[in-house]
């Protein structure tokens, strides 16, 4: 049974596991600096489907396909599954997840969404309510430019402070078991609003929701950034995180050597054209599940925090002049 | 600790209860059959706000206002929101709960969302990971005909088989205890899809869902309809229900005297200009956190099945011709 430690914090206590996880991306991922780590990719950007949204659904279906051949197990096994993504009415996900027939909870975090499906998750997992459980998540450039700025066609020019939002999905599947990586705590966040307006810089939204979750889960289990391996954020960008080294320079702590934020991660900032860097619940999802699983793995990382950040913007609350609230979820993962 | 029963229900052990609830409606939900059982309605469309969306948030706020009144906490006792609404985003949620500065999980089922929240947090209730959980969901219908239909100026007409979505929040706090309706199974549905295209026969979409979902707990625990008071569902209306009673009667079950409709019951169909019936997530919620609760107190219901069902359409994949997937998800509610 996990327990609560301190105000936000719960501690797990019978190893919640990745016994699957897999990770589809686009060409243009492919190309980044850490593409040869992802299960799949296709050249079509449409991924043999007719539109940009049933290409992310089908990121979806091939994303939880690989986690569930490395699980070696079958669709029916899985008790329930949590997916999420940005479309509106998560439709990469219902869509995309249709054909396995499993009991389906869709989630909202915007690139948050792994860290909060991960966290449910595991916690339903380690106090014995699901066996095995999976999370997915999806994001895609060419729907989400459509959805939430312009259409592609419209060929707009993109400010400097803007991410790219990544095409690709990622997939865990989660069961208590021993010699894996498994998730041994998790903060879920409370909804950070400092007023930031700007759409296009949601990394600046997004920093103060990253510094809170890390902050509460410091306070909640006295541990401080010596104790990790690296802390990733997801998606900051590199707007987004000098911000955060901003604000945790107020307390004294320099975590810019042992942070690493997925946006930056995914592609080569300097000449992709991403300006800030990667976006998009598919980029953390992605790169937990392929490069980070790895490294775990392989023994590279032994103790690390994953902290999805998201946006929770939309183009109405936009126009109607809100300001973007942010939130971010924190799951500790660790190998032995 | 819950226990799974068959393949898709898990049974509670630790009486996961309703130490609070609220709702608040709209004027033309306030002069329905059942107005005088919610809290609170305003006669202000937009609820003092400046747009329906924020009137959407408000709702929220207020919901969980009463529900906190009701279980007599504040919120910083509420370890995890599950909330959710129709809104792109679920901005609904994200800004109308902001102020509480509670943990936040968004969850989207559509129509279905507060049976998810429920159930989710139930589980995590029943087995320790939560002490306090809340679930809120709203809906309304200005904000919601502007993103799926039309803009209300533009004054288009409405088929017969259309639902009115209902201007609503409702909010449940759960906690384990004793004396107070508690939820004694929970069961989550799968993604339905048999083809049904019209985004305005939605009743239609759904009732397949319903079906799954009852029968699959039906199998699940070795019960049937003589075993309840009543099955609510929410929200067919009347095209949905009478397709609800057509599948069942293929199982020669006849369900009619047993099942009460949310969508049914929110607006009196035959002069307040609704068509089929109400609809929308804080429908079944508002029905739920007022009426029921209200009878279950007072002894008229003692084991009810509460089966919202969610429509999973966005007008993107209406408009590229594809079908509605559909989802229900059960929670068995019981008062000693």
Known sequence: MCKKQGKFTYITENRPSFIGYGSVVGKKEHDGPIGKEFDEYNEDIRFGTKSYEMAESKLQELALKHALSRANIKPDNIDLIFAGDL????????????????????????????????????????????????????????????????????????????????????????????????????????????????????????????????????????????????????????????????????????????????????????NQDVHSGGSGCGCSASILNSYIMNRMLDGTFKNILFVPTGALLSPTSSMQGKSIPSIAHLVNIRKD
């Open 87 to 270: 479309l509106n009415q998560c439709i990469g996900s219902t869509f995309g997840l249709i054909d396995y027939n499993i009991p389906l909870s869709c989630i909202y975090g915007a690139c948050s969404t792994m860290g909060l499906g991960l966290g449910l998750s595991s916690l339903m997992i380690d106090n014995g309510v699901l066996n095995i459980s999976a999370v997915v998540t999806s994001s895609h450039f060419c729907s989400a430019e459509r959805q939430y700025r312009f259409p592609l066609e419209y060929g707009n020019q993109r400010t400097p402070t803007s991410q790219w939002t990544t095409t690709a999905a990622g997939a865990s599947i989660l069961k208590c078991d021993s010699g894996k990586p498994y998730i041994s705590a998790v903060t879920f966040g409370k909804v950070c609003d400092l007023g930031v307006k700007d759409a296009n810089n949601m990394g600046a939204a997004m920093a103060p929701a990253a510094y809170s979750t890390i902050k509460a889960f410091f306070d909640d289990t006295g541990t401080g950034i010596d104790d990790y391996d690296l802390i990733f954020t997801g998606d900051l960008g590199k707007t987004g995180s000098e911000l955060l080294y901003e604000l945790f320079s107020k307390d004294n702590i320099d975590i810019r050597f042992k942070h690493s934020d997925c946006g930056l991660m995914m592609f080569n900032i300097k």
